[in-house]
């Protein structure tokens, strides 16, 4: 069994290529996705206009459809286990912050120079936002 955080990677990646090819994301997951990555996937999927909407209010200047696909999948996910922690239930739950740090090191490794620190704005604008206004 691979680690939580590669489990992510794995989700984001399927979204994305799904986002880029429109290709099933059941087909892009493959037999060997372990059944957290297929919940995280695809409960992200089931959010994506809560999602989009929630990056695109502190993306400041920056429109969804501007973003890279890649960190736009990136941060799906993040912001899926942030607000709906239970949609992809895990024996090893992530906190807020442990979200965010996992996607800015995705980021890292797999995005361009600018994008982590843009990924850790966003991100961090709306877990200040969650915090400061926890029913909204």
């Known amino acids: 069994m691979s680690r939580r955080s590669d489990q992510r990677r794995d ?51 920056w429109a969804v459809d501007r973003i890279s696909p890649l960190e736009l999948a990136i941060m799906r996910v993040a912001l899926l ?12 739950p992530i906190s807020p912050e442990g979200a965010i740090d ?5 980021t890292k490794t797999y995005c361009g120079a600018d994008a982590p620190g843009f990924v850790n704005g966003v991100l961090g604008a709306a877990l200040r936002s969650m915090q400061e206004n926890p029913a909204s």
């Not at 997951?29 to 372990?34: C, E, P, Q, V, W």
């Open 11 to 61: 989700a984001a990646f399927a979204l994305y290529q799904h986002d880029v090819t429109g290709t099933d994301l059941g087909e892009l997951l493959g037999r060997d996705a372990s059944m957290f990555t297929r919940a995280l996937a695809y409960a992200t999927l089931d959010y994506t206009p809560d999602l989009d909407a929630i990056i695109e209010r502190h993306a400041k200047g």
């Open 102 to 106: 996992e996607a800015v090191e995705t």
């Open 81 to 92: 286990e942030m607000l709906h922690p239970d949609a992809a239930p895990s024996d090893v």
